[in-house]
């Protein structure tokens, strides 16, 4: 650049000299010498525009893969750069559970590190495919990072708020066991144990919804009723009681 400007500033002064007093041929053999500094300096200048590297978006720089003084070319990636304004979060939720999934659904994130800090969010996209090797299907959360404490990679613990149900029958999960791939439970009627077969609906941590089997009411045994014959006498004990 400064080599362009200097060669037409010599080119500027030369015209001066030669229109002071010289054949009209010299005159525009001179101009036609300014016109080339001129256009010399301009692609300089345009250079100089193209050595300078704009993000198309305001974000943070999180990967810089090119230095000072590298050559890189034309498809070559210099950095990566994130909007983290907002993130998203990547859910990948059990086939078996899709259909309870939808677009809006209310979502809170806590982050794994010591802060435990809680982002509120909601489903903004669902995945089109199945994982091929688990068949689970990803779902992404947009959570707002007002304050810059999401990066991306970063791990969480996700609770998803579900579709409520209402009238359901549910028991702790520790009462239900498995016969052969069936789903029984142990209850109490008439003072005698019976083993039933039970369909089983939504989850929780500590519970499990029933759709088939048993009825509001039923007395279920939660500890050691798999070892029980059907029949077996039972008596109800209250808590401490011998």
Same mark, same amino acid.
């Given at each position: 650049?400064?080599?362009?400007?200097?060669?037409?500033?010599?080119?500027?002064?030369?015209?001066?000299?030669?229109?002071?007093?010289?054949?009209?041929?010299?005159?525009?053999?001179?101009?036609?010498?300014?016109?080339?500094?001129?256009? =010399?300096?301009?692609?300089?200048?345009?250079?100089?525009?193209?050595?300078?590297?704009?993000?198309?978006?305001?974000?943070?720089?999180?990967?810089?893969? =090119?230095?000072?003084?590298?050559?890189?070319?034309?498809?070559?990636?210099?950095?990566? $750069?994130?909007?983290?304004?907002?993130?998203?979060?990547?859910?990948?939720?059990?086939?078996?559970?899709? =259909?309870?999934?939808?677009?809006?659904?209310?979502?809170?994130?806590?982050?794994?590190?010591?802060?435990?800090?809680?982002?509120?969010?909601?489903?903004?996209?669902?995945?089109?495919?199945?994982?091929?090797?688990?068949?689970? $299907?990803? =779902?992404?959360?947009?959570?707002?990072?007002?304050?810059?404490?999401?990066?991306?990679?970063?791990?969480?613990?996700?609770?998803?708020?579900?579709?409520?149900?209402?009238?359901?029958?549910?028991?702790?999960?520790?009462?239900?066991?498995?016969?052969?791939?069936?789903?029984?439970?142990?209850?109490?009627?008439?003072?005698?144990?019976?083993?039933?077969?039970?369909?089983?609906?939504?989850?929780?941590?500590?519970?499990?919804?029933?759709?088939?089997?048993?009825?509001?009411?039923?007395?279920?045994?939660?500890?050691?009723?798999?070892?029980?014959?059907?029949?077996?006498?039972?008596?109800?004990?209250?808590?401490?009681?011998?």
């Amino acid at each position: 650049m400064q080599v362009a400007q200097a060669t037409y500033a010599a080119a500027v002064e030369k015209l001066k000299l030669l229109e002071a007093g010289t054949r009209p041929e010299r005159i525009d053999a001179a101009k036609a010498q300014l016109a080339i500094a001129q256009a =010399a300096r301009e692609a300089a200048e345009l250079s100089v525009r193209y050595c300078t590297i704009a993000s198309p978006i305001d974000g943070t720089v999180t990967q810089l893969f =090119a230095r000072r003084g590298a050559f890189v070319e034309r498809a070559t990636p210099l950095a990566t $750069i994130v909007d983290l304004s907002a993130l998203f979060l990547r859910i990948r939720v059990p086939a078996e559970r899709l =259909a309870q999934v939808h677009l809006g659904q209310r979502v809170e994130a806590r982050l794994n590190a010591a802060s435990g800090k809680v982002f509120s969010g909601a489903i903004a996209r669902i995945s089109g495919q199945a994982n091929l090797a688990t068949g689970n $299907i990803d =779902a992404f959360a947009k959570l707002p990072n007002d304050h810059a404490l999401l990066r991306p990679g970063m791990s969480c613990q996700v609770r998803l708020w579900l579709p409520e149900i209402s009238d359901a029958v549910l028991i702790p999960r520790v009462a239900i066991a498995d016969r052969s791939g069936t789903p029984v439970v142990t209850v109490v009627r008439d003072q005698k144990a019976y083993e039933v077969e039970v369909e089983t609906g939504s989850e929780t941590a500590t519970e499990i919804q029933i759709l088939k089997g048993i009825s509001p009411g039923d007395l279920v045994v939660t500890v050691g009723g798999y070892s029980l014959p059907d029949g077996s006498p039972v008596r109800i004990v209250a808590s401490g009681e011998e």
